[in-house]
Nanobody, 122 residues
Framework: QVQLVESGGGLVQAGGSLRLSCVAS????????MAWYRQAPGKQRELVAL???????NYADSVKGRFTIARDNAKNTVYLEMNSLKPEDTAVYYC????????????????WGQGTQVTVSS
């Protein structure tokens, strides 16, 4: 079994910064991508940023130029650096491992963290 533990959320004023971290409890044989999603009250969960095994990144239009996703394979960790935060960034942020395989003979599946709250005050 794999657990993802997120940290770094909190309350920050508009214009401020936060850095989220997500650590996987074990190494994987392979992972297609690591990502951050968020869900605001009354809204659907949405993709914020994604980074592939090869290092390619993809961002939601609403965070381009403000957020940066990075991964440290040796530490089984993915980060989300969030700058110039806006009140509309307020949400629960979830870490996601996409298409992860525990071993060469394992099927692939997604794993999710428990979420960390980010609140941006105006």
């Amino acid at each position: 079994q794999v657990q993802l533990v997120e940290s770094g959320g909190g309350l920050v004023q508009a214009g401020g910064s936060l850095r989220l971290s997500c650590v996987a409890s074990r190494s994987m044989f392979s992972i297609n991508a690591m990502a951050w999603y968020r869900q605001a009250p009354g809204k659907q969960r949405e993709l914020v940023a994604l980074i592939t095994t090869g290092g390619s990144t993809n961002y939601a239009d609403s965070v381009k130029g403000r957020f940066t996703i990075a991964r440290d394979n040796a530490k089984n960790t993915v980060y989300l650096e969030m700058n110039s935060l806006k009140p509309e960034d307020t949400a629960v942020y979830y870490c996601n491992l996409h298409g992860a395989r525990l071993a060469y003979y394992s099927g692939s599946r997604d794993y999710w963290g428990q979420g960390t709250q980010v609140t941006v005050s105006s």
